[in-house]
């Protein structure tokens, strides 16, 4: 399967802890995307990577919140020192970058779901 | 501010009846809508991209319409099944704060009864 992967699909945690999810994008897609999801929400846009850069941040990514994508490919997302608020769905994804080949569609993958106790 | 809002938010309908979920967004100035479907748990699949220069796009039993001057898209799904039972987002890619941003809706919960 050649789609978006997250890992791990289910995270639960105390409070105070830091957690770190992963997201390999579809081979070749240079853009990804962090989105998270409360329950009965629509994604709310987190974080955006062309190749290894982080060009955009929304004001939800907190200084507890860091993301990365060292060589352009996987990228990470930690949170530090959780919080109950931060109980969400986790969801990556990725698309083409430019060209005819960027239709602007994104792709998503099953996503992560975070627990804090 | 882009503004997304489904109605309605959920919808119960027998099997085999044809049906349309809406959409409306409150900027105009879009560079695309896309149609989602979300399995309770799951992620997000994507169902049709519609551009800002198209009117509608079909795949199979979905045809999604946008009308951007109104602000507004359509999902038709005909002869609906059991299988079609999910949760329907839509989401616009608009400028702004952040031009590689989805804005969505909070979704219409879709079930099928048998």
Redesign the interface.
């Known amino acids: 399967d050649t789609g978006?992967s997250?890992n791990p699909r289910h995270k639960i945690t105390k409070r105070g802890q830091n957690v770190t999810f992963r997201c390999d994008p579809i081979s070749e897609h240079n853009?990804l995307?962090w989105?998270r999801q409360t329950l009965?929400?629509?994604?709310?846009?987190l974080t955006?990577f062309q190749n290894e850069a982080q060009?955009?941040k929304?004001r939800l990514l907190s200084d507890r919140f860091s993301a990365e994508r060292p060589k352009g490919s996987f990228s990470t997302l930690e949170i530090q020192r959780t919080e109950q608020g931060d109980s969400a769905m986790y969801?990556c994804?990725s698309s083409p970058d430019g060209g005819l080949a960027n239709?602007?569609?994104?792709?998503?993958?099953?996503?992560s779901?975070l627990t804090v106790l | 501010k882009q503004e997304?809002t489904q109605i309605p938010a959920a919808l119960s309908v027998p099997e085999g009846e044809n049906l349309v979920l809406n959409c409306s967004f409150t900027d105009s100035a879009i560079?695309?809508l896309?149609w989602?479907r979300q399995d309770p748990?799951?992620?997000?699949?994507?169902l049709l991209?519609i551009?800002s220069s198209q009117r509608e796009q079909t795949s199979g039993r979905l045809n999604a319409s946008l009308d951007k001057s109104s602000g507004r898209s359509t999902l038709y799904i005909a002869a609906s099944q059991p299988g079609d039972s999910a949760t329907y987002?839509c989401?616009v890619?608009h400028p702004g704060a952040?031009s590689?941003?989805?804005?969505?809706?909070?979704?219409t919960k879709l079930s099928v009864i048998p």
Do not use: C, D, M, W
């Not at chain 1, 569609?105 to 996503?111: A, T």
């Not at chain 2, 590689?100 to 979704?107: M, P, R």
């Open positions: 978006v997250q853009r995307y989105y009965g929400q629509g994604p709310e846009f955006y060009l955009e929304s969801l994804a239709t602007g569609e994104l792709f998503f993958g099953e996503g779901r | 997304v560079y695309n896309q989602f748990g799951k992620g997000l699949t994507s991209l551009q987002l989401a890619r952040g590689y941003q989805l804005t969505f809706g909070k979704g």
